[in-house]
């Protein structure tokens, strides 16, 4: 791979972030968005951090029945180390923290990394899985609303409007599958597909399979309770449900994937679903970057203090 696509690849999510920056704040008065740091509730953000935590910890914990089948031992202290380390490392390049990962549980508990990267690409197929009940819950649960939503659209557009979205998607969708196959992407997309299939067979081939699933789970319980329970350090958001934080919540995640930890797009996201339930910008916007700024403030603590300590409780070891 050339220089200029390694620049590319890697400034591409940082114009994204800094793209919806802007967009977000167009239309927002910023003396209005900072009077929201001195109202909100503070209790609810710890409350918030201490859940984000919890869900961490227990990937640390679960990934250790995804090394045993293969016959090695994973050190609880290590893999907490790791994973905190591979969040705040994704904040430079995204998904460069799984490599890092695994780079990190080879070099200190002598695990092949190519077996180490196998069990990460499996915990994520996981994760996709988990993230896709998610949504499929929300959708069933506001799918009155949702639809609502799609109809007020038709209604409210003329012909040539809803004509229009259904060519630009056409054309989009088009588009897409050409560049897919000019450049040769469905081999990745079929070569992701083979190992989310793989990732998710393999739970049903482990012998402590019932604790893997409890924790993920949980892992996912307290990503979406960290949200929701944030959300209450705002007043102005009491009358929005829980099931249609889910739904802001789901966006939102997935919106990590198009820049470095979300920056910029995860407080979008969060505005524009809270906005479909009558929440307004401001107060969208801001839940979006309180969101963003606390869990961001505890990868980089905990992170920062991972990488720190690694080196030194594994000194002993050879390297």
Known sequence: MSANKINLKNLLPIFVGVFCIYYSFKDISFSEFKEYFTKINYLWVFVGIFLGALSHISRSYRWKFLIEPLGYKLGFINSVLTVFSAYLINYTVPRAGDIARGTFISKYENIP????????????????????????????????????????????????????SILIAVIVTATVYFVI????????????????????????????????????????????????FTSKAFVDLNQVTFFQLTISFTLAALSIMLSNGGIGIYPLAVEESLGWY?????????????????????????????????PFINRSKSI
């Open 181 to 228: 196959k000019r450049f040769k992407f469905y081999k990745k997309i079929k070569s992701f597909l083979s190992g989310l299939i793989d990732g998710i067979t393999i739970i049903f081939k482990m012998k402590n399979r019932n604790q893997f699933i409890f924790h993920s789970i949980f892992i996912w319980l307290m990503y979406v309770l960290m949200f929701y």
């Open 278 to 310: 009558g929440v307004q910008s401001a107060t969208g916007l801001a839940f979006g970057w309180v969101m963003w700024l606390s869990q961001t403030l505890m990868v980089v603590i905990f992170g920062g203090l991972s990488l720190f300590v690694l």
């Open 113 to 164: 990394f190519e077996k180490a990267i196998g069990t990460i690409v499996a915990e994520r197929a996981v994760d996709v899985l988990c993230i896709l009940i998610i949504i499929l819950i929300g959708l069933i649960k506001e799918f009155d609303k949702i639809s609502n939503k799609l109809i007020d659209f038709v209604e409210e557009s003329d012909f040539s409007t809803v004509l229009l």
